[in-house]
């Protein structure tokens, strides 16, 4: 017989560890339905309540879908009602869909994050390097950036005015600078002689399925299955805005201009957490989902919900807090009327996605209730093991 070839003490421990691991694994699965259970229930709860409108909601467990639902309406006062192909402005998650295309073109040796940035834009210091735009470490200030955009200033008039704009040494600082995040889809054009949208659609949604994701207003607007933004007056009470925002949408496409359905960020999530044989090793996407500089304006927006000492970084693209438990890599997205939310474990490979059609804190709010309330079944249940 084979096993008269393994020597017992050796068998003994492979035995064990096997043990081991298929007791992780029983008490991740325990875990995941009492976690599942409450996120429904608080998101029935808030819509009840008036405090979310409609949402679209996917859970993955490594590449599987275990929690996928749609609630409410597009509109406040209206029939229609959100559905899995309901597409949703993703405002700032557009930035890790950008890096994560920036991934896909280093791994095709099409473009490579040490590049230096001054070769696309002359304005930028000799030191600048791809990565110092995806990390918000350029030197550049934010301060009144977000303004410019939200007065209707062209991106023209905008890399204009960056010419003029006082630069520190890069990589000495983080400052979250949608326009200069933005600078990375010039480079994708420049280094692809193509247009970014059309580079998004070949190497990203294309390959993905993600078939309604679309890059700009005018894509959108023609979509006919959308939810429509709401806002809060001052009593915080919910109503729909007079129209949709499109000036991110025309400035910064690649930093929040893009949009999608749940169904369509569904593969995209399922790509960061398992990786896909066509585009992307998970290998090839541990720099992006790891702390590249220190970003303290997170550490506040979660404080009842993530537990313990924390620390909050940004990676290529995206958020990470960290604590004694746990590594949470995520992203929220906003623009007016819309704020999204898209968070994952990249050690235990689950995650969730929050689309949501109101400008308050539901969204993150939402995923990081579950996977905190996932932590802590699963330290409960290694507990009682």
């Known amino acids: 017989m084979w096993l008269s070839n393994f020597d017992f003490h050796m068998d003994k421990r492979l035995l064990l560890l096997l043990f081991i691991l298929f007791k992780i694994s029983d008490v991740y699965a325990y875990s995941l339905t009492p976690a599942l259970q409450k996120l429904d229930q608080y998101i029935q709860k808030q819509i009840n309540d008036n405090k979310a409108v409609g949402c679209a909601v996917a859970v993955l467990d490594h590449d599987q879908v275990v929690f996928?639902?749609?609630?409410?309406?597009?509109?406040?006062?209206?029939?229609?009602?959100?559905d899995l192909n309901t597409v949703f402005q993703l405002g700032s998650l557009s930035k890790p869909i950008t890096s994560t295309l920036v991934a896909v073109l280093q791994r095709q040796g099409l473009l490579s994050l040490d590049a230096p940035a001054q070769a696309f834009f002359t304005c930028l210091k000799s030191k600048t390097k791809i990565h110092h735009i995806l990390t918000h470490t350029t030197g550049f200030k934010r301060v009144g950036w977000n303004n410019k955009i939200e007065s209707r200033v062209l991106r023209e008039q905008l890399l204009k005015d960056l010419r003029n704009a006082s630069q520190d040494e890069p990589g000495q600082s983080f400052d979250?600078?949608?326009?200069?995040?933005?600078?990375?889809?010039?480079i994708i054009e420049q280094s692809q002689n193509q247009p970014f949208r059309d580079v998004v659609y070949q190497?990203?949604?294309?390959?993905?399925?993600?078939n309604r994701a679309t890059v700009g207003f005018t894509d959108f607007n023609n979509q006919n299955n959308k939810a429509w933004p709401h806002q809060l007056n001052k009593n915080e009470a919910i109503y729909p805005s007079k129209s949709y925002s499109h000036l991110y949408h025309a400035a910064v496409p690649s930093a929040a201009g893009i949009n999608a359905s749940i169904t369509d960020i569904i593969p995209f999530l399922r790509l960061q957490l398992v990786g896909n044989t066509r585009l992307l090793n998970t290998s090839d996407l541990t720099q992006y989902h790891t702390p590249a500089t220190e970003a303290k304006d997170a550490l506040g927006w979660f404080k009842g919900t993530i537990k313990g000492d924390r620390k909050s970084y940004y990676g290529f693209g995206w958020r990470i807090i960290e604590n004694n438990q746990c590594r949470i890599v995520f992203h929220g997205g906003w623009v007016k009327g819309f704020i999204s939310f898209l968070g994952f474990l990249p050690d235990r490979k689950i995650g969730i996605v929050v689309l949501h059609?109101?400008?308050?804190?539901f969204a993150g709010n939402t995923g990081m209730l579950f996977l905190n309330e996932w932590i802590r079944e699963t330290h409960k249940n290694l507990s009682m093991n």
Do not use: D
């Open 68 to 82: 996928l639902k749609a609630y409410g309406v597009q509109k406040k006062g209206a029939k229609g009602k959100v």
């Open 176 to 186: 979250y600078h949608n326009f200069v995040y933005s600078l990375i889809e010039g």
């Open 203 to 210: 190497k990203l949604f294309e390959p993905l399925g993600m």
């Open 357 to 361: 059609n109101v400008e308050n804190r």
